[in-house]
């Protein structure tokens, strides 16, 4: 019993303590008739306070405070959880643009592989198609002439465009003549016709050091007999495939 009196003369006391604090800010900030009021409510609040000690004594202090501090841990904790649920979304939202990043660029890599794969075919199928032009190829030129003809510009094009992939191609030109005039004239006219050939490629972005040139006018006939038609597959300047490192030891 003198516990439960202590109990609560101990909260008549705080709670005066706290009416003596508090009435200086209230008559500060509200008006004589909102403060009668107020103190009604507050001495309700107070009443209230003195009858819990009364009835629960110092063991129901300690219960109401300890069931304070529970309350308020859990409102930080509320307030914790929200904010690691806001950090959450912004982290899945983050790794979502990754996960999108990532299969772009997979995409990307594919088509990448796709491409190297489509480019090897591509040198393959050009470097058989410059093989079989080199091995065979004869630019034909008119009596005493050394214009290249459409129909093998057509040929050369097709020349250059397959050294544009095989940088380590060189080409072989070799000029010559038929056995008509002098053997000078003839030497001059092989030379102006690989060069007009040489000219041509260059032309078409052929680098002028992929091209080893020289001519030797009417002294390499195709065959030994002359003759008309002889001497038209003389009149010619030769392509030969020519792999780097050969042409290398040929100069």
Not at 11 to 31: C, D
Not at 199 to 210: F, P, Q
Not at 226 to 248: C, H, M, W, Y
């Amino acid at each position: 019993m003198k516990k439960q009196i202590i109990a609560a003369l101990i909260s008549v006391s705080l709670f005066g303590s706290s009416m003596a604090f508090a009435a200086p800010a209230t008559q500060a900030t509200q008006s004589t008739s909102n403060s009668s009021a107020d103190e009604e409510a507050l001495i309700g609040v107070g009443s209230g306070i003195v009858l819990g000690a009364v009835v629960a004594g110092p063991v129901g202090a300690i219960i109401g405070a300890f069931t304070g501090g529970m309350i308020g841990q859990t409102v930080a904790n509320d307030s914790e959880i929200k904010q690691q649920q806001a950090t959450l979304a912004e982290q899945e939202s983050r790794m979502m643009a990754l996960k999108q990043q990532n299969e772009a660029l997979l995409t990307v890599q594919q088509e990448y592989q796709e491409a190297k794969v489509e480019l090897a075919q591509l040198r393959q199928h050009q470097g058989t198609r410059l093989e079989e032009l080199a091995l065979g190829l004869n630019v034909q030129f008119k009596t005493g002439s050394s214009t290249v003809e459409p129909h093998f510009q057509s040929l050369l094009n097709e020349v250059a465009d397959a050294m544009a992939i095989s940088p380590q191609l060189k080409l072989d030109l070799t000029g010559y003549a038929d056995r008509r005039g002098d053997s000078s004239y003839n030497q001059a006219l092989s030379e102006q016709r690989v060069a007009e050939v040489r000219s041509y490629l260059v032309s078409r972005g052929v680098d002028e050091a992929r091209l080893d040139a020289k001519a030797y006018g009417a002294s390499a006939p195709v065959k030994d007999e002359q003759s008309f038609e002889n001497d038209f597959f003389d009149r010619r300047v030769t392509i030969k495939l020519l792999p780097g490192d050969t042409a290398l030891a040929s100069n």
